[in-house]
């Protein structure tokens, strides 16, 4: 621009007019306007006005003025649009991050307002006369939550409706496997939903809530809450009695161990007896459950050993046999139960089965482990095959 007005003002007043016309020509061609009005206006005062190329050089001038007068507020709205943009963006993360925070307050408002209902029919309970309290049994219903089998919620006897909605029993089976039956908010939505924004799964974790206490509290006159909420935390209602078989479970494991045979044998049973399929099958890909149905695994395993041993040595062939087996259904590699099974079969005079076992515990053992029975057992063998007493 620059070097064109020192153009104009030094060379361009020497030049015929219509070498100032080529040159406007060159200008208007490539939409350079503001040179192009600067030599119209030089252009302009060598003509007489009453010229017709005077009027349309005037003409000319005006349409270059306001073309480049609209270039400027095309720009400049350029730049109002840019900016509104910046701020169009920055208005969306303050509403993402409002509506969660409003998502929590509506939560935990509902969640209050129904402790609140049920607090305040508890104080009524107990300013009526003793004769019109509930009985024990009806102040402290009995909650047995089945996880050593296909998952299941009894009310007393009663099996309770789980809801349908997958999200909503998992939650339900989460809290009763946590020793607190607790879990923060921040948990679950971790746990079911990690890949959804904040406030995504804060309303599917609010609506699968609850659905699940729809479903439990479904038929009920009484209106029994089940799960808590305060302060961002989801609990299992204390005031009721939670139970389930894995609790009974262990403490039959516990007092087996305490206790001297038979009693032993009889904890034993009775606990194996709870023990259908590995804890929570139903959250088997789930990682919070594994280190628990390895350990109750474990267990159950250990208390077969022992129930298998007893029978052998009783000489109950039948439930000793029985007892490995369900060993191998467990862990189909554990070596110790096909030792249990190659001594049994020789005990009772059949020593090309017990020569089967071995065989079928090679194979297992080379194709899922890659290794040979170890020596215990192969001497077992010889011993059988030698005909030696056991």
Not at 128 to 157: D, H, I, M, T, W
Not at 249 to 275: D, T, V, W
């Amino acid at each position: 621009m620059e070097a064109t007005r020192s153009f104009i003002a030094t060379d361009t007043s020497e030049l015929p007019i219509n070498i100032l016309l080529k040159q406007t020509r060159a200008y208007l061609t490539k939409a350079q306007f503001p040179e192009c009005t600067a030599l119209l206006e030089l252009m302009n005062k060598h003509l007489q006005p009453e010229q017709d190329l005077a009027e349309l050089t005037r003409s000319l001038i005006e349409e270059c003025h306001r073309h480049t007068e609209l270039q400027q507020q095309l720009l400049d709205a350029s730049t109002n649009v840019a900016r509104i943009k910046d701020q169009l963006q920055e208005s969306i993360s303050n509403l993402q991050h409002l509506q969660v925070l409003f998502l929590k307050e509506v939560s935990l408002s509902i969640e209050t307002s129904y402790e609140h209902e049920h607090t305040s029919l508890f104080t009524r309970q107990i300013a009526e006369p003793q004769q019109n309290q509930p009985s024990p049994e009806k102040a402290s219903p009995l909650l047995y939550a089945v996880c050593l089998a296909p998952f299941e919620l009894r009310l007393g006897s009663v099996p309770l409706e789980l809801c349908t909605n997958r999200n909503g029993q998992a939650i339900l089976r989460y809290l009763i496997a946590q020793e607190s039956h607790s879990a923060t908010v921040d948990t679950l939505m971790t746990l079911l939903w990690p890949d959804d924004p904040a406030d995504v799964a804060l309303n599917k974790l609010y609506v699968a809530v609850s659905l699940l206490r729809r479903s439990l509290q479904k038929g009920e006159k009484n209106r029994n809450k089940y799960i808590l909420y305060k302060q961002g935390v989801y609990q299992l209602d204390p005031a009721m009695q939670w139970h389930t078989d894995v609790e009974e479970f262990l403490e039959l494991h516990q007092l087996g161990r305490k206790a001297q045979k038979p009693e032993a044998i009889e904890y034993y049973e009775r606990a194996c007896s709870l023990y259908k399929r590995p804890f929570m099958l139903e959250d088997l890909y789930s990682d919070w459950s594994f280190q628990q149905r390895e350990y109750l695994r474990q267990v159950y395993i250990t208390m077969c050993h022992a129930l298998a041993l007893h029978y052998i040595e009783s000489q109950l062939y039948e439930q000793a046999t029985y007892w490995a087996n369900a060993i191998l259904e467990e862990n189909r590699c554990d070596e110790e139960a096909y030792q249990h099974l190659i001594r049994i079969y020789a005990l009772r005079g059949r020593r090309h089965d017990a020569l089967r076992q071995y065989q079928l515990c090679q194979k297992v053992l080379q194709e899922e482990m890659g290794v040979e029975p170890m020596p215990d057992t192969a001497n077992l063998l010889k011993s059988i095959m030698r005909g030696d007493m056991l």
